[in-house]
């Protein structure tokens, strides 16, 4: 059991690290970001692999939906590398390992014996690191608002050419531009999958829970307030000042979201 846990969440993890410098290769071409991406995936499927060697005695060639659901995200991974390395297609790999990580979290923590022990541990595990992602993302859009504060004060100082110590401490304003919208860049994408598997324990323990729920609302709300932020960015529509205090006002959706933790109005009673 120890083993098979510890198999689980070395894939959990190893794929969300894939897609991070996956998302982050489609954004700014980068060959480094690329080839982990690749090299994270592969390790996905060498631990996928290594997965049903381990458990293959006991339920080949009777698959349950759990093993099937496992599988099929492994054919999918497995389709993908060959695709890529015939045709070389980045944004179609992070599009379907995007729905692979998706299955692989309802696969491997959707519980086949609702009672059972093993789901009980995988369904705690799910929720750290559901937790995890969500304060390393909660983490980068902080950082994120600190560079976009530094942006706007140092443009303030320049166009009035205050020379001070304070413009001379700060970095360029080219740079806090490429900072803060990178730490934009790492948080999108790990709040995305901290909802995918929120999702998936949510869907498990409170069924009941409406999806208008003001947690989830709240989660939404910093995800498209971010997720403009890339719009923005990406599609040269605003940069400089306009962007820098759009990040800064989509910063107060994550304190909004942390306060609605911290109320009890919602069915979260952690952040």
Do not use: C
Request: charged share 10%.
């Amino acid at each position: 059991m120890f083993t098979e846990r510890w198999i689980i969440d070395f894939i959990i993890y190893l794929y969300a690290l894939s897609l991070l410098f996956s998302f982050s290769d489609l954004l700014h071409p980068n060959r480094r970001a690329n080839r982990l991406a690749l090299g994270l995936l592969v390790a996905v499927w060498l631990s996928q692999s290594l997965f049903f060697a381990f458990r293959l005695s006991s339920w080949f060639p009777a698959l349950t939906s759990f093993d099937a659901l496992f599988f099929y995200s492994w054919v999918l991974i497995t389709l993908t590398l060959v695709i890529n390395a015939v045709y070389r297609m980045d944004l179609f790999v992070f599009s379907a390992n995007l729905i692979s990580f998706a299955v692989m979290a309802i696969n491997l923590f959707v519980a086949r014996d609702s009672g059972s022990p093993v789901s009980e541990i995988l369904l705690s595990e799910l929720v750290f690191i559901h937790v995890t992602m969500a304060f390393v993302a909660y983490a980068a859009f902080s950082l994120s608002a600190v560079f976009a504060a530094f942006y706007l004060i140092g443009n303030f100082l320049l166009k009035r050419k205050k020379w001070n110590r304070v413009l001379r401490l700060l970095p360029s304003l080219d740079r806090l531009h490429s900072f803060f919208h990178r730490w934009v860049m790492i948080g999108v994408p790990l709040m995305l999958l901290s909802m995918i598997l929120g999702l998936v324990w949510l869907h498990q323990r409170v069924p009941g829970t409406p999806w208008y729920d003001p947690k989830i609302a709240g989660s939404l709300l910093v995800l498209t307030a971010y997720g403009l932020h890339l719009y923005f960015r990406l599609s040269g529509r605003w940069r400089g000042r306009r962007l820098a205090w759009w990040n800064l006002l989509s910063f107060f959706t994550v304190l909004l979201n942390m306060w609605i933790s911290g109320t009890g109005v919602s069915f979260h009673r952690w952040l």
